[in-house]
Nanobody
Framework: QVQLVESGGGLVQPGGSLKLSCAASGFTFRNYAMSWYRQAPGKERELIAVIIGPGGITNYADSMKGRFTISRDNAKNTVYLQMNSLKPEDTAVYYC?????????WGQGTQVTVSS
């Protein structure tokens, strides 16, 4: 069955970095656009970035440009999110999503907490 499993979250101090991973299985990974979202307490889920196509074209939400980098390894069926210069307001549950013309699949999320 389809699985998206996020990992790499945790507690980090302001200014620190984390790299999230999302391991996919149960579908043809290279045929799907992969994206990262986050949802902070009391807020709506928001898009961070998407990576599509064999060339790995990326697109970022305007508010996410500069500190976040999405990448993918089609050989490992994994998408990554490198997060730098983290701020307390980046505290949220981070989700990956796989999308094609017919389906959307979501992972269960990984908690990122930015606090001193």
């Amino acid at each position: 069955q389809v699985q998206l499993v996020e990992s790499g979250g945790g507690l980090v101090q302001p200014g620190g970095s984390l790299k999230l991973s999302c391991a996919a299985s149960g579908f043809t990974f290279r045929n799907y656009a992969m994206s990262w979202y986050r949802q902070a307490p009391g807020k709506e889920r928001e898009l961070i970035a998407v990576i599509i196509g064999p060339g790995g074209i990326t697109n970022y939400a305007d508010s996410m440009k500069g500190r976040f980098t999405i990448s993918r390894d089609n050989a490992k069926n994994t998408v990554y999110l490198q997060m730098n210069s983290l701020k307390p307001e980046d505290t949220a549950v981070y989700y990956c999503k796989a999308t094609n013309k017919e389906y959307d699949y979501w992972g269960q999320g990984t908690q990122v907490t930015v606090s001193s």
